[in-house]
């Protein structure tokens, strides 16, 4: 079954400290993406890859990296800059990022003890 | 810039009742539109789309018509069911990012 695959579900993250949600990808996209959803504000997007070894910034890069090391990963990082962490996040992936379908995955659920 | 803006929510109907959800969007160029469905602690599912001016998408019963002269793409349904209830998110594609706008929650009772 080809699709996009979060883990984990559920993260919970302690103060100061960085976490990292795992995102992969078996449908041979070369775009992917980080969007964050937070109630009543639908998707924002955090970070983007056109291709391998390459991504730029979104709306709301601060506080998040990225690595896109292979074409089927691209790791977020919500790192201890980031004030606000708690959302529900989103990776989507699509053949090429202009005009064309985004597919998502799950979600990962963070939240702050 | 660009965006998308949706008709808020939450929107409640009775089963087999019909469903209309707004969107209108601001765009420069030709965007490709969306709309996706999310059920409860899932992701986004591509529930149908439009990528030209009168094309109409259309998938499960849902439709939605794309009206540049109204820059609108609003969702229709003619008889909703209890497993319609989802969150609703309007999008447009213009190339070189998405749009999402907000949500409109939908929950149908039977």
């Known amino acids: 079954d080809g699709g996009i695959t979060q883990s984990p579900k559920y993260l919970f993250r302690k103060e100061g400290q960085n976490v990292t949600l795992s995102c992969e990808q078996n449908?041979?996209?070369?775009?992917m993406y980080w969007y964050r959803q937070d109630p009543g504000q639908g998707l924002r997007l955090i970070y983007y890859s056109q291709i391998v070894n390459d991504f730029q910034k979104g709306d709301i890069a601060e506080g998040y990296s990225v690595s896109r090391e292979k074409k089927e990963s691209f790791p977020l990082t919500v790192t201890s800059a980031q004030k606000n962490p708690t959302a529900f996040y989103l990776c989507?992936?699509?053949?090429?990022?202009?005009?064309?379908?985004?597919?998502f995955g799950p979600g990962t659920r963070l939240l702050v003890l | 810039g660009d965006s998308v803006t949706q008709m808020e929510g939450p929107v409640t109907l009775s089963e087999e009742a019909f469903l209309t959800i707004n969107c209108t969007y601001t765009a420069t160029g030709y965007p490709s539109l969306f709309w996706y469905v999310q059920y409860p602690g899932e992701g986004l599912q591509l529930l149908l789309k439009?990528?030209?001016?009168?094309d109409k998408g259309s998938n499960k019963g849902f439709e939605a018509t794309y009206r540049k002269e109204t820059t609108s793409f609003h969702l229709e349904k003619g008889s909703v069911q209890v497993s319609d209830s989802a969150v609703y998110f309007c999008a447009l594609n213009t190339g070189n990012q998405f749009y999402f706008g907000t949500g409109t929650s939908l929950t149908v009772i039977p």
């Open positions: 439009a990528t030209k001016a009168d």
């Open positions: 449908l041979n996209h070369d775009a």
């Open positions: 989507a992936s699509s053949i090429r990022t202009e005009e064309e379908t985004q597919y």
